[in-house]
């Protein structure tokens, strides 16, 4: 499973944060593979990091990595950054930690992730991104 994450950067650095604990979590060992890169975005700069990119070995790897993004959620100032993932053109905000929006952010993932098919043909095809919280 392919997934995107889009760091809502009210302070310069979150995602870069984000991609290092990432990357340090013993949970995801053996499961993720993450790596990190600059936004596609026109008459942007470049050189910043916009984007973590996480393909996950497994569905059920899936609430590793959001039990991991929560906790590291939980970690930075109040109030922490919304984050968006992105899975096959399904797209959420993770801006909460309620246990019942995490159930059912874990599930339209899944979703997701096990019909790929089911993707957008372009970009202007995209769904509205669900804010959950």
Do not use: K, Y
Not at 17 to 25: C, G, I, M, S, V
Not at 77 to 82: E, H, L, M, N
Not at 95 to 107: A, G, K, M, Q, Y
Not at 118 to 133: F, I, R
């Amino acid at each position: 499973m392919e997934l995107t994450l889009r760091v809502d950067e009210v302070v310069g650095g979150e995602s870069e944060a984000l991609f290092r604990w990432l990357h340090q979590e013993e949970e995801l060992r053996g499961q993720a593979r993450v790596t990190a890169r600059a936004a596609d975005i026109p008459g942007a700069m470049g050189g910043t990091l916009d984007v973590v990119d996480v393909v996950l070995s497994n569905v059920i790897a899936l609430t590793s990595l959001l039990a991991t993004l929560l906790a590291w959620r939980s970690s930075r100032p109040s109030p922490a950054p919304a984050v968006q993932l992105e899975v096959n053109g399904v797209s959420v905000v993770v801006n909460t930690d309620d246990p019942e929006i995490v159930r059912s952010l874990i599930e339209t993932l899944q979703n997701a992730g096990s019909h790929p098919d089911t993707a957008p043909d372009g970009p202007d095809s995209a769904p509205p991104c669900p804010s959950l919280s």
